[in-house]
């Protein structure tokens, strides 16, 4: 018993570090890319919309692949699925990296899409083992993601400066490698978790169980998310969150250039943005856990996004506080719609399901997003446009927290 008892305690521990150490592979590689923008278009003579689509792309393989997740995870099991998509973001960091045109952008799709399944995965992979502590663990790997995007695009230029923009991208492989490492340490824990438990149930009862743990078992028989209201709420709650962060994430450093701000002040708020998002996931977790629903917190979130677009519009040499207002408040979003993909389902393999359709259609909206704006300021020739539909989206989206928020599970009932 004592055995077992030390057995469950370390595969745990293994399965939070490897939690936490996908999670930090899931932003960096792919949020570091704009800081070398300039120089990779000026390698390969991309014009602006070649380069614009570097990062697009990864967005696009987001919406496309996230349709695929929950099947995949039921073909080959969660963990072997997430280790697979590690190794695809560790293939397509260095594929990037070898120097030319076809494989700058065809590693940019694959990084896209290993992530993706990552990304569908994480939610289902939490709702089924730590079915109690959806929002504070949703809130460690939101944490532990942002931070290393944080970090790495502040990271990125030095790296640059010293090593060469090949050098520099190829040089993030090191975060899936880990995260890698420790993925196949913690299957090996449950491995033998799984063999401690089917010998002692079949010492006990005389059967031998299969080694087969609960958590295991997928039920095929999964509601239709998209025929849910409250599916769509999810849906829409975290689009909106996601395109307008992807807007700002983009366009931010420009927007504050055209209003006049020196460029190498205007590069820092985009990662100032970037760590402030991450401060939500350090005290989000506790606060979900003590409310009846998540209405206010959603609704909070979201206008904090609203005040801090419009401070940027009325007074953009105020940047600095519009950056870490808007980073909570859509760092706190952010939080929020991914649990809201656990406490709304029922189970993890709806909780799957229901990722892939969240994912699928909020990263379709936050493809559209960035490029829109762009087409938008080339149209009017101002930012104050694109910035008041952004406004626009974030009101709309604290009304639809009002549904999104409610305790309520998807085809029916409370939630948990």
Same mark, same amino acid.
């Given at each position: 018993?004592?055995?077992?008892?030390?057995?469950?305690?370390?595969?745990?521990?293994?399965?939070?570090?490897?939690?936490?150490?996908?999670?930090?592979?899931?932003?960096?590689?792919? +949020? +570091?890319?704009?800081?070398?923008?300039?120089?990779?278009?000026?390698?390969?003579?991309?014009?602006?919309?070649?380069?614009?689509?570097?990062?697009?792309?990864?967005?696009?393989?987001?919406?496309?692949?996230?349709?695929?997740?929950?099947?995949?995870?039921?073909?080959?099991?969660?963990?072997?699925?997430?280790?697979?998509? /590690?190794?695809?973001?560790?293939?397509?960091?260095?594929?990037?990296?070898?120097?030319?045109? &076809? &494989?700058?952008?065809?590693?940019?799709?694959?990084?896209?899409?290993?992530?993706?399944?990552?990304?569908?995965?994480?939610?289902?992979?939490?709702?089924?083992?730590?079915?109690?502590?959806? #929002?504070?663990?949703?809130?460690?790997?939101?944490?532990?993601?942002?931070?290393?995007?944080?970090?790495?695009?502040?990271?990125?230029?030095?790296?640059?400066?010293?090593?060469?923009? $090949?050098?520099? /991208?190829?040089?993030?492989?090191?975060?899936?490698?880990? #995260?890698?490492?420790?993925?196949?340490?913690?299957?090996?824990?449950?491995?033998?978790?799984?063999?401690?438990?089917?010998?002692?149930?079949?010492?006990?009862?005389? $059967?031998?169980?299969?080694?087969?743990?609960?958590?295991?078992?997928?039920? #095929?028989?999964?509601?239709?998310?998209?025929?849910?209201?409250?599916?769509?709420?999810?849906?829409?709650?975290?689009?909106?969150?996601?395109?307008?962060?992807?807007?700002?994430?983009?366009?931010?450093?420009?927007?504050?250039?055209? &209003?006049?701000?020196?460029?190498?002040?205007?590069?820092?708020? *985009?990662? +100032?943005?970037?760590?402030?998002?991450?401060?939500? !996931?350090?005290?989000?977790?506790?606060?979900?856990?003590?409310?009846?629903?998540?209405? =206010?917190?959603?609704?909070?979130?979201?206008?904090?996004?609203?005040?801090?677009?419009?401070?940027?519009?009325?007074?953009?040499?105020?940047?600095?506080?519009? !950056?870490?207002?808007?980073?909570?408040?859509?760092?706190?979003?952010?939080? /929020?719609?991914?649990?809201?993909?656990?406490?709304?389902?029922?189970?993890?393999? *709806?909780?799957? #399901?229901?990722?892939?359709?969240? *994912?699928?259609?909020?990263? &379709?909206?936050?493809?559209?997003?960035?490029?829109? !704006?762009?087409?938008?300021?080339?149209?009017?020739?101002?930012?104050?446009?694109?910035?008041?539909?952004?406004?626009?989206?974030?009101?709309?989206?604290?009304?639809?927290?009002?549904?999104? =928020?409610?305790?309520?599970?998807?085809?029916?009932?409370?939630?948990?």
């Amino acid at each position: 018993m004592r055995r077992m008892i030390h057995s469950t305690s370390g595969h745990t521990t293994a399965l939070l570090l490897g939690i936490l150490l996908i999670a930090a592979s899931l932003r960096a590689p792919f +949020t +570091t890319l704009p800081a070398l923008l300039g120089p990779i278009g000026h390698a390969f003579d991309l014009n602006s919309v070649a380069t614009g689509a570097l990062t697009t792309l990864p967005l696009i393989a987001f919406a496309v692949i996230s349709l695929f997740g929950a099947r995949i995870a039921r073909v080959f099991g969660i963990e072997r699925a997430l280790s697979a998509a /590690l190794i695809a973001i560790a293939i397509g960091v260095m594929w990037r990296s070898f120097g030319t045109v &076809s &494989s700058l952008f065809a590693g940019t799709i694959v990084v896209g899409v290993g992530i993706a399944i990552a990304n569908v995965l994480l939610p289902s992979l939490v709702k089924r083992d730590f079915p109690m502590h959806v #929002a504070s663990l949703t809130g460690a790997y939101v944490l532990a993601m942002n931070v290393a995007a944080g970090l790495g695009s502040a990271a990125m230029l030095p790296l640059y400066g010293v090593m060469g923009w $090949q050098a520099a /991208l190829a040089s993030f492989v090191v975060l899936p490698v880990i #995260a890698w490492v420790a993925w196949t340490r913690q299957g090996r824990l449950r491995a033998r978790a799984s063999a401690s438990a089917a010998a002692a149930a079949g010492s006990e009862t005389g $059967q031998h169980t299969g080694g087969v743990l609960p958590g295991d078992v997928v039920d #095929a028989r999964v509601p239709g998310v998209w025929r849910s209201p409250l599916a769509w709420q999810v849906t829409l709650f975290l689009g909106f969150n996601s395109t307008i962060n992807y807007v700002l994430i983009g366009w931010l450093p420009v927007i504050l250039i055209d &209003s006049g701000m020196a460029p190498t002040v205007a590069g820092s708020m *985009q990662g +100032t943005l970037l760590l402030a998002s991450a401060l939500p !996931a350090l005290f989000l977790g506790p606060v979900l856990r003590r409310l009846r629903d998540q209405r =206010g917190v959603a609704v909070a979130a979201s206008l904090l996004s609203v005040v801090s677009i419009l401070g940027l519009l009325l007074a953009p040499h105020l940047a600095l506080l519009w !950056a870490v207002i808007f980073g909570i408040g859509n760092g706190a979003g952010f939080v /929020l719609g991914l649990s809201f993909i656990a406490l709304r389902s029922g189970s993890p393999v *709806q909780a799957a #399901a229901l990722s892939g359709m969240v *994912q699928c259609f909020g990263y &379709s909206m936050a493809a559209i997003g960035p490029m829109a !704006a762009g087409a938008l300021h080339d149209v009017f020739g101002t930012w104050s446009v694109a910035l008041l539909l952004c406004v626009a989206m974030g009101l709309i989206q604290s009304v639809i927290g009002t549904r999104a =928020g409610r305790n309520r599970i998807v085809g029916g009932g409370a939630g948990a």
